[in-house]
């Protein structure tokens, strides 16, 4: 299989103030959208899209169990940025997998995970 590109769709029940948090709060550009589906760029290859659930037969899992994790060039430059426009960020910690990360949580509850390799860290 020769995938293209990769997307990963979270359904809302919040779903106004989910398009507000990633379009507005993490400043994801807007690839596609209608009154109830938004589909933001990640990368060249990769996409996140918030569906409205009141317009889709997938239902909002409220956030249970799902992490959203982005790698970041500088995570105290995405620290800064995410906690000025109020979202709320932890602290920035350090974890064994020789990475520096912190997390937030979108409207719906989902867990956002920044993360940056550490000094000297080998990319996989």
């Known amino acids: 299989m020769d995938l293209v590109t990769a997307n990963t769709i979270l359904y809302c029940s919040r779903w ?3 398009v507000v948090f990633y379009r507005d709060g ?3 550009p807007i690839l596609f959208s209608t009154d109830w589906f938004v589909e933001f760029r990640l990368s060249p290859d990769s996409r996140l899209s918030v569906a409205d659930e009141t317009c889709a037969s997938v239902k909002s899992s409220g956030g249970a169990g799902i992490t959203v994790s982005l790698e970041v060039d500088d995570v105290e430059a ?3 940025l995410v906690a000025q426009r109020g979202l709320e960020p932890t ?3 350090d974890h064994p ?3 520096r990360v ?3 949580f979108d409207p ?3 867990r956002i995970e920044i993360w940056q390799r550490s000094q000297g860290a080998a990319q996989a």
Request: charged residues 20%.
């Open 16 to 18: 106004d103030a989910a």
């Open 26 to 28: 993490l400043g994801l």
């Open 78 to 80: 995405t620290w800064k």
């Open 91 to 93: 602290a920035i910690r």
């Open 97 to 99: 997998w020789q990475a």
């Open 102 to 104: 912190f997390y937030l």
């Open 108 to 110: 719906e509850g989902h």
